[in-house]
């Protein structure tokens, strides 16, 4: 059979692509990464042209058509395509779900990939004179004024929630009242209006792992940056950032969870000054749109997301960072099951840039992968600025009276702490009267005869139970 084939990935539970023939009319050359509608079944869905084929192993009678092109130009790119075709081979998964889990859900469902402008909410001038004190009967609808009066040029939807809980409501009021407008905000927003701060003083440390991380721009380098709490992790990422972004490319931040990005969002802007896309299942699907889209024509030069952005298409990329690599929301568990880190290993790998994979307590995988010479390992063992390592104590219980289980030193300490107006946290046993039977006079301590753990004592029938066999 001569001809072009169209080989598809089609959202259905096999593990092959789907040979179709072209569509009766073509808006433009046949790409690979364009969505094209076909029928499949008794309905139609969406697929994403892999390969363009000349033969197909199937007779031409039982070929069928394509019936729209729906992409002049490719959506995604051939490093991405090849980094799915990874991903589906390694992780055993359907290839359609794999492809299409990589375009945002408004494209899955063959919507035209054009950005939806955001909306701003901003002050209208007979809200710019409200005093937010006259409304003690809402407070929210006060903190919403005071939140717009000092943002002059209005705020989105994902800056008002970061700032505020349950702002819908409130807000509708107000827009009723006259206090506030909606506009539409064209293209990508810009770049951060805070007050930009300048960067600290890196310590030796810190500078060594950004000069480690700057040098090794063009090539495949994994770095594990291991630093303890507090030790300034987060200034070896923008230093870095900076740096890759003055050269033109894109730099891409993984977080484990959405809670995260609001605090990092904000730190992050007032540092760089360059316009910013969020990628995260909390945005609406017209958002997550917009900023897949601005990330992939290159407008957005830093992209924050969670797991699913690892496969956001990139112009100009030049560096990968996961902070909290060995943080498990890393990993999809439902579904298209696979690995963020790993994936975004793999993509480093294909686009021949550097990748930082950044925890205060480094995953075992990636510790193995430091022993075995795979990944650059870079050292923080000191928290920055004036910050001191806390004070631990291990007290023991021998020869010693016990009130409902509590020591008298960590009595006092607490008493010392509570009158200085502190706070005290105090884990207690979730099962059973206390974890362990332990002899105050020699130490012995009660053993599983089976598994050899420690055994929980239940007070009330006075029984030892081991909660591991």
């Excluded at 364009?34 to 892999?50: A, C, E, K, M, N």
């Excluded at 030796?204 to 950004?210: D, N, T």
């Excluded at 700057?214 to 291991?226: C, I, K, T, Y």
């Excluded at 390992?377 to 004070?391: F, K, N």
Aim: with cysteine.
């Amino acid at each position: 059979m001569s001809g072009p084939i169209l080989r598809l990935a089609i959202p259905a539970p096999l593990r092959r692509l789907f040979d179709y023939l072209p569509p009766a009319e073509l808006s433009g050359p046949l790409l690979r990464g364009q969505r094209f509608r076909v029928p499949f079944g008794r309905s139609q869905t969406v697929g994403i042209l892999v390969e363009v084929a000349t033969e197909s192993t199937l007779p031409q009678s039982r070929l069928k058509r394509a019936l729209s092109q729906l992409d002049t130009t490719p959506l995604l790119s051939d490093t991405i395509l090849a980094l799915l075709k990874w991903a589906a081979a390694y992780y055993h998964h359907p290839h359609g779900d794999v492809y299409l889990s990589a375009l945002p859900i408004w494209l899955r469902q063959g919507k035209v990939a054009q950005r939806q402008n955001p909306r701003i909410w901003s002050l209208t001038v007979a809200g710019a004179d409200i005093d937010p004190d006259t409304l003690k009967r809402a407070p929210k609808q006060a903190a919403l004024l005071r939140l717009l009066q000092t943002q002059r040029d209005g705020l989105e939807r994902e800056a008002l929630a970061a700032q505020l809980d349950n702002w819908q409501a409130p807000m509708r009021r107000l827009v009723e009242l006259g206090w506030v407008e909606i506009q539409e905000k064209t293209g990508l927003p810009a770049a951060t209006t805070q007050q930009h701060t300048p960067p600290p003083l890196l310590n030796e440390h810190q500078q060594h792992a950004v000069s480690a991380i700057v040098a090794a721009r063009g090539s495949f380098q994994p770095f594990l940056l291991d630093g303890v709490t507090g030790s300034g992790k987060t200034e070896v990422y923008l230093a870095a950032i900076e740096a890759v972004l003055a050269t033109g490319h894109q730099v891409l931040v993984l977080v484990p969870e959405i809670g995260l990005t609001p605090q990092l969002l904000s730190r992050f802007r007032r540092r760089i000054r360059e316009p910013i896309a969020l990628l995260h299942s909390g945005l609406s699907d017209g958002e997550r749109l917009g900023a897949w889209l601005s990330a992939s024509h290159g407008e957005a030069p830093l992209i924050i997301g969670t797991r699913s952005a690892v496969f956001t298409p990139l112009v100009r990329p030049g560096l990968i960072i996961l902070d909290e690599e060995h943080d498990t929301s890393f990993t999809q568990q439902e579904g298209f099951r696979y690995s963020a880190r790993d994936v975004a290993v793999m993509r480093a790998r294909s686009e021949n840039i550097p990748v930082v994979l950044g925890s205060a307590t480094p995953s075992l995988e990636s510790l193995a992968n430091v022993e075995l010479g795979r990944y650059r390992e870079l050292r923080l063992p000191e928290r920055a600025g004036a910050a001191v390592h806390p004070s631990v104590r291990l007290v023991d219980m021998r020869n010693q009276s016990l009130q409902e289980g509590l020591s008298q030193q960590l009595l006092n300490a607490m008493a010392h702490h509570l009158g200085q107006n502190g706070q005290v946290l105090l884990f207690l046993n979730r099962r059973g009267y206390a974890p362990t039977l332990l002899c105050h006079d020699c130490g012995w301590v009660s053993h599983c005869p089976r598994c050899d753990a420690h055994t929980t004592l239940y007070a009330g029938d006075r029984r030892l139970r081991c909660h591991h066999c």
